[in-house]
C-alpha cells in the first residue's frame, strides 16, 4: 500500500484545520506563512508522486486498509497525478497575490482556501464515484466563501446563482449515484467499469440514463453550453485571486468527464460504450462559439477572461471528444495552458483596475495606467498565449488539435469553429489592448500596490508613490517625468510572470510534455492497468 498518495488530500485538510483553529490567536502575517508553507510543501509531494507515476506506475491507497470495492480508494495515475501538479503550481501564485492584501479583511480566506485545494485534490485522486461527490461538495462550500470573501452586492448575486446551480447540479449528482449502485450494487470506478461490461439487456435504459445525468452534472461543474450561464458573473465579481484559483475548478468538469467516458465507458462497455460521444463535440464547438461571442461583447476585462475560460473548456472538450490518443494528449497539454494563461489574466486584470480609478476594468478609453509599458506588455504576452499565436503554447496545443482532427469525419467542423474563434479572440483582444493602453490618456487615477496613487509634487519636485493602504508602510518616490515608469511593485508582478512563465515552460520542454501527455492518454484509453491496481490487491503497477 502507498500512504503517499494520501499527503495531498492530508496536507490542505491539516492546514485548513490549523489555520481555523488558529484565526483569532495568529496574526495575518503568521497564517499567512503557514498557508503558504502547506501550499510548497503540497507541491512538494506532488513533485514526489510524479516522480514515482512517471515510469508508468500507477499508486493506489485503500484507506482503511478495506480491499477494493468495499472500501475507499485513492488513485494516482498519470492523469491524476498531471491534475494535482496544475493545480499546486497555480495556487502557489494565486496564493502570492493574495497575501499582498487581498486576504485581509477576513480570518476564514486562508482555512477555505486550503479546504478548496482539498476538495480539488481529492477530486482527482479519488476512485469512488460517491467520494467524488463528496469533494465536490466540498468544493461548492469552499469555492463559496471564497467567492463571497469581501463581501458586495454583486458577490452576493453571483454567488447566489452559483449556489443554486451548483445544489441543483448534486442533486442529480446523488440521483445518478443511487441508480448506479442500486443497479450494479458498487460505486468504486474500476468495479463499476467490470460490472457494466455484463450488465443485463433489461438495465440499459436505466443505466444509459443514469450515464447521461452524470455527464449532466459534470458539464455543468465544466461550464458546458447550456449549463454556463453561472461561470462569467461568479468569476468576474469574485477577488482577482480567488478568480484565478477558479481557473481550475471547470478543468475538474472535463476532468470527470474524460475519466467516467474512457474508464466506466470505454470500448468494453457493450452498449453502452462511448455514452456520450455523439453529444460531446458539438456542445463543445457550441461552447467554443457561443464564449467567443461572450468574448467579443464583454465591457469589462475580467468578465471577458470569465468567458476566455468557458472558451478554453470548450477547446479542451472539442479535443477529448475525438477520442483518439492523439486528442486527449492535445487536451492534456492544452489543459495546463489555458489554466495558466486566464488565472494570469485574472491577477493582471486586477492591477489594471487598481491604476484605472472608477473605470477600473472596464473597456473604455480612459487615463493612462501607471507602469503602462510593463503591464502593457504583460498583457501583450497573455492575448498572444490566450489567441494561441505561434511560437506559444497556445498554438501549440491548438496545433496538436487540429493534427489529431485532420483524419476525423468531424474535421471541416472542428476546423472551421477553432480556427474562426481563434480569430475572433484576437479581435477582442487587440481591441481590449487598444482600449486599455493605445488609447489611454490624461492623468493617472489612483491605485495601490502596483499601481500607486500619484500625489501633487513635492518641495522637490517629486511624486509621492503609495505602495500600501496600511498604516506604517514604506513609501517611495518617481520623477514627474511622463515618460518615466511609475513605481512598479514586483510582489504583484511576481505570480502573475510566474503564471506566464509556466506557460513558456511547456513551449520550452514541449517534447518531454507531450511525450508524457500521449503515454498518459494511451493509459486512459487503455484503463486495464488502472483496474488492476485497483482491484488486483496490488498497491502499486
Known sequence: MNQAVIIPLLLPLLAAIALLLTRRRLTLHARRALNLAAVVAELAAVLWLL???????????????????????????????WMLLITALLACCALLYAVQGTDSGSR???????????????????????NLFVFFEVLLLASYGLLLHGGGRERVRAGLHFVVLNLAGSTLFLFAVGTLYAILGTLNMADLALQVRDIAPGDVGVLRAAGLLLFTVFALKAALVPLYLWL?????????????????????????????????FGDDAGPLAHLVEPVLLPLALLTMVVAALGVLSARGLRRQTAYLV???????????????QAGIAAGLYYLPHSTFAAAALFLLADVIARGRGALRDRLDPGPVVPAAPLVGGLFFLLAVLIA???????????????RAALELPETPWVFSVVLSVGL????????????????????????YLLLPSVEPANADGQDTCVLDSEPGTATLTATAD???????????????LGLAGFCLALVAAAGPVTDFTAATADAVLHPERYIQAVLGGSGES
Open 232 to 264: 462569467p458573473a461568479a468569476y468576474a465579481g469574485t477577488s482577482a485571486p480567488v478568480a484565478a484559483l477558479f481557473a481550475i475548478m471547470t478543468k475538474v468538469g472535463a476532468y470527470a468527464i474524460l475519466r467516467a467516458e474512457t474508464l466506466i
Open 51 to 81: 516522480g514515482q507515476v512517471a515510469g508508468d506506475g500507477i499508486l493506489v491507497y485503500q484507506v482503511g486498509n478495506w480491499p477494493a470495492p468495499y472500501g475507499i480508494s485513492l488513485v494516482a495515475d498519470r492523469l491524476a497525478v
Open 310 to 324: 468557458v472558451l478554453s473548456v470548450g477547446t479542451l472538450l472539442t479535443a477529448f471528444a475525438l477520442g483518439t
Open 108 to 130: 476564514h480566506f486562508h482555512p477555505l482556501f486550503q479546504l478548496q485545494l482539498f476538495g480539488l485534490n481529492g477530486a482527482f485522486l479519488t476512485g469512488d464515484i460517491f
Open 482 to 496: 511622463a515618460a518615466a515608469p511609475r513605481c512598479p511593485d514586483w510582489s504583484r508582478l511576481a505570480p502573475v
Open 424 to 447: 475572433l479572440t484576437i479581435i477582442a483582444l487587440a481591441r481590449s489592448g487598444s482600449l486599455l493602453f493605445y488609447r489611454a490618456g490624461g492623468a493617472v487615477w489612483g491605485g
Open 388 to 402: 494561441g499565436l505561434p511560437p506559444l503554447s497556445g498554438f501549440l496545443g491548438k496545433w496538436m488539435l487540429l
